[in-house]
């Protein structure tokens, strides 16, 4: 398979290629060339298909020959390692729980899986290994340095705003060691982002074969097809429309989702929710795409102000905002909301909800109001005890420590600190 990159000026590369460099050369997303449905049989069988026998199917084509089936089939099983089981809260309202995974967020699958497309293609170049740089408000971090941890041939470097991520959060970070390093920034989030930005930018810093493991990169984008297969094969017995929600940040997950359509998963609608991050609700609304400066809300993974991925689902639609209008709509809630609705949902359903997916559960509904006959799915992103100082004082509960997290409060916490740029580059050429 080749992929272009939809700034449409650097040469087309493998899938080998476009997972090391994550960004082509033109600053562009990396797109598939060709995107092929899966055969009805596939749809037709698919109850009896396990989630890695799914898994298979759904990414074989990105990947090609690159990578020998066999051990594609073996990286899909340690992606694959935990479940993904639908809640019904409400009456033919799901939530989709993306967060039974080590990390307990979304981002364990896609992370666990470029990190061991990375390994496989670096078994043979111990010298020359790859660097794989992010910086993180809280999430990602965790889940990329549980993803990759013992992989070899890759070394991670995770930058974080200092003070700025929750405890949990940095303990995820700054315990686990071996081929692991935790940067602690004095600074805030948007200084990180800065500094690795740059640093892809520095020739200086080019045999340090550096890649980002954000859902720009393809190997972490890609498997976030998984689930919305997984829900399919679930629900299809119903027999009834399904109208999917995601909080959205850097919008990979719902074009993730949407990719998984153009596969030929019958997905009736797609609903973007967003917090007051508001960039593509007001696309939608207006035309005019006006990315703006993040600002803060209790959802802060999805505190994004220009979503990365949004430009590949413009992409899938030959940038034409009426057909994309016709599948996917996307709305925007304010923390009040959010807050109101964790509540509502755990006194009506007993469903206890993190902030991303009450905002999930607001786009959710708001789009059932034109689609009566669906089922909705919200995708829970994150596990509520990630977010456990806005869910205890909401809801007044006190929640129980799962052992992934207890695993972790325990250990030592390890940091380099550094403060700018050039400490950052010392670190990386030392
Ligand atoms: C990353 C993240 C999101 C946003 O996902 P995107 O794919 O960037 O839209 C939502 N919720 C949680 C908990 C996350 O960590």
Redesign the pocket.
Same mark, same amino acid.
């Given at each position: 398979m080749k992929y272009y990159s939809l700034n449409h000026n650097a040469k087309k590369v493998n899938f080998k290629d476009a997972v090391t460099d994550g960004l082509a050369p033109d600053k562009g997303l990396y797109f598939p060339e060709e995107i092929t449905a899966l055969p009805k049989t596939f749809f037709d069988n698919i109850e009896n298909l396990d989630h890695k026998e799914i898994a298979f199917q759904v990414i074989q084509q990105f990947v090609g020959d690159e990578i020998p089936a066999e051990i594609l089939k073996e990286i899909i099983a340690e992606t694959l390692s935990f479940d993904f089981p639908l809640a019904e809260v409400e009456e033919n309202i799901y939530a989709l729980e993306l967060f039974h995974g080590p990390t307990m =967020?979304?981002?364990d699958v896609g992370a666990r899986f470029m990190s061991r497309c990375l390994g496989y293609f670096n078994k043979d170049k111990k010298d020359n290994e790859n660097t794989v740089l992010v910086a993180t408000s +809280?999430?990602?971090g965790g889940a990329v340095a549980s993803g990759f941890l013992d992989v070899e041939g890759v070394k991670v470097v995770i930058l974080y705003p200092s003070g700025k991520v929750s405890d949990i959060q940095e303990k995820q970070l700054t315990t686990l060691g071996k081929n692991i390093t935790a940067l602690e920034v004095d600074g805030v989030f948007d200084d990180c982002q800065d500094m690795v930005k740059k640093a892809f930018l520095d020739e200086d810093l080019n045999s340090k074969n550096l890649t980002s493991a954000n859902?720009i990169n393809i190997a972490r984008w890609l498997p976030?097809m998984f689930y919305f297969f997984f829900a399919y094969k679930n629900l299809k017995k119903q027999n009834k429309p399904l109208v999917f929600s995601? /909080?959205? +940040? @850097?919008? +990979? @997950?719902?074009?993730a989702g949407i990719l998984a359509k153009k596969l030929g998963l019958p997905i009736k609608h797609f609903v =973007?929710s967003t917090n007051i991050n508001d960039t593509v609700p007001r696309f939608l609304v207006n035309g005019l795409y006006e990315p703006k400066p993040s600002e803060s809300t209790i959802?802060n993974?999805?505190d994004?102000g220009n /979503?990365s991925?949004f430009c590949r689902i413009q992409e899938m639609y030959d940038n034409d905002l009426e057909q994309l209008k016709k599948d996917f709509s996307s709305y925007s809630f304010s923390d009040k909301e959010t807050l109101e609705t964790m509540k509502t949902i755990y006194k009506a359903n007993n469903y206890i909800a993190?902030p991303?997916g009450a905002v999930g559960f607001l786009g959710l509904k708001k789009e059932l109001e034109n689609h009566p006959n669906a089922l909705g799915i919200f995708l829970e992103? =994150?596990h509520p005890i990630?977010f456990l100082d806005i869910v205890e004082p909401a809801l007044n509960i006190k929640l129980p420590i799962p052992k992934q997290i207890e695993s972790v409060l325990g250990k030592e916490k390890k940091s380099v600190k550094i403060k700018t740029y050039a400490d950052l580059k010392s670190y990386l050429t030392y």
């Open positions: =967020a979304f981002k +809280g999430d990602t859902s976030q995601c /909080p959205s +940040g @850097n919008f +990979g @997950n719902i074009c =973007a959802s993974a999805m994004v /979503p991925n993190d991303h992103t =994150a990630k």
